[in-house]
């Protein structure tokens, strides 16, 4: 506990007369900024750099729904210091096997609708095909065009830059979904819509930062008015 340690006057007020009383309230709320700002340095680097999406997969989620038994989950994680893009996935139980698979955006409005692909086509790159369960783990380098569909990048702006700005706002708008395509589902078996994933140790950190300054604001020395 070395930050009490700097702050704890109680015992031997400073000089200048100050008694440990008066210096108390100041006390905790240095300490709760401090405490805060541990908090906030420790949550920022990864919260900046990195956003996780995350969908659950389904036929009833196509669109129009269909009654593939098939599930299945990914997990797209953006870095936007990097330029990467990481696609894991999951899926399992499909009546077809599997044809392609990628990224389709942007729909008109959030969680419905179709759109056309927006990522490497015909399908990411070393996905398992021609299989009715299977997982997938790879990373994108995003300022490459081949990660794109290269009608995506001349929908917007010609520039993989424009493309992958396109492509986070989409998935930052819930207007961006994984699709799974079989040889029975040639308009998809099973898809699910990208959502943001808070990061739970993140958001713990930026809480209890908060807190300790609200706990520190309570303890201020009365103020009339
Ligand atoms: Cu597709």
Redesign the pocket.
Known sequence: MAEQAAFDYTETPPPGGATATSKEPQMMIARALAIACLACAAALPAAAAEIVYYADLSGAAESPPNASPGTGWTRVTIDFDAVTMRVEASFADLLGVTT???I?CCTASPDSGTAG?ATQTPTFGGFPIGVTSGSYDNTFDMTQASSYNAAFITANGGTVDGAFSALTMGMAGSMAYM?I?TDLFG??EI?GFLHAVPEPETYALMLLGLAAVGAAARRRPGRSG
Do not use: D, I, L, S
């Open positions: 392609v698979a990628h389709h692909v699709n395509h308009a998809g898809r």
